[in-house]
């Protein structure tokens, strides 16, 4: 082969092809170099700001993936290959993955949506998706929850974000809603009397707002009362046992009845 020719080809090649390579080789180094900047400055905004730990990494990450993606596009454009195709394949690819993976896209989107808006947070106590309990975790595709009985509860956030949530401890004081029956042949205002000294007796029921005692129905068997004092959201359930406990104990040792469903059953001999 004609090393003379060889020569001429490769130095026809480094002139064509030499400055796109160039070209292409510094906007890499100074694209990759911008990029990092741009993380570090959006990093440290993030820590200023106290932005959410859970958050900021997924960010940080999909910001940083995005712009590789656009330099490396630059960079093939450099080098004079047409990116059109390019593009066409990462779109299809990315339907396709979107399309496998709707449902935890869906759990993912409504995982920024809980992060960003904060509707509740850890320490939450929520009623939601037919469970409730303490937020222990926000992740990204689920929120974990620690029930009373001590067990952990996974929770999809795209069902959470998109449906109804009950937090319960939001607000300092909460209202501790009971009712109670008493007998037809008992006297309302001493039970009334009766319900007013049992929560008069709970250290934990506030005295502001004022409780109330009032009668919310006549039932089949017997004459309700709904007994409602308010407590601090921490003291719900001593509050609701304690009530229940002593109103018992002093209807008993009052003489007021409370009533409870019964059958009477008559025999009928037949005479042969």
């Known amino acids: 082969m004609d090393t003379t020719a060889l020569i001429v080809q490769a130095q026809a090649w480094l002139v064509d092809y030499g400055p796109k390579i160039v ?20 990093s440290k905004r993030f820590e200023k700001s106290n932005f959410d730990p859970t958050l900021a990494p997924f960010i940080l990450n999909l910001v940083n993936s995005i712009l590789k993606v656009l330099l490396v596009l630059s960079v093939i454009t450099k080098l ?12 299809a690819v990315g339907l396709a ?10 759990n993912l989107a409504g995982g920024v949506l809980i992060l960003i808006f904060r509707p509740f947070g850890v ?38 974000s998109n449906g109804s949530i009950e937090v319960l401890n939001e607000e300092e004081n909460r209202r501790v809603d009971m009712v109670f ?8 205002d001493k039970a009334r009397a009766s319900f007013k000294q049992v929560l008069d007796s709970i250290p934990e029921v506030l005295s502001s707002p004022a409780p109330d005692i009032i009668v919310t129905g006549l039932g089949d068997s017997s004459v309700n009362f709904s007994v409602r004092p308010w407590c601090k959201a921490t003291d719900y359930w001593t509050v609701y046992a304690g009530v229940h406990e002593k109103v018992k104990k002093t209807l008993d040792k009052e003489g007021i009845s409370i009533p409870f469903p019964q059958r009477d059953v008559h ?4 005479q042969s």
């Open 97 to 106: 993955i979107g399309m496998a993976l709707q449902g935890s896209l869906g």
């Open 181 to 188: 029956g008493i007998g037809y042949g008992d006297d309302i």
């Open 23 to 42: 070209g292409a080789l510094l906007t890499l180094v100074i694209g990759l170099w911008v990029i990092k900047k741009i993380i570090s400055f959006i």
């Open 123 to 160: 320490g939450s106590y929520i009623k939601a998706q037919g469970q409730e309990g303490e937020v222990s975790k926000i992740l990204l595709f689920v929120t974990v929850l620690r029930t009373l009985d001590n067990r952990t509860v996974y929770l999809p956030n795209g069902a959470l």
């Open 267 to 270: 025999l009928h001999q037949v």
């Open 80 to 91: 004079g290959v047409q990116t059109t195709s390019f593009v066409a394949i990462l779109g």
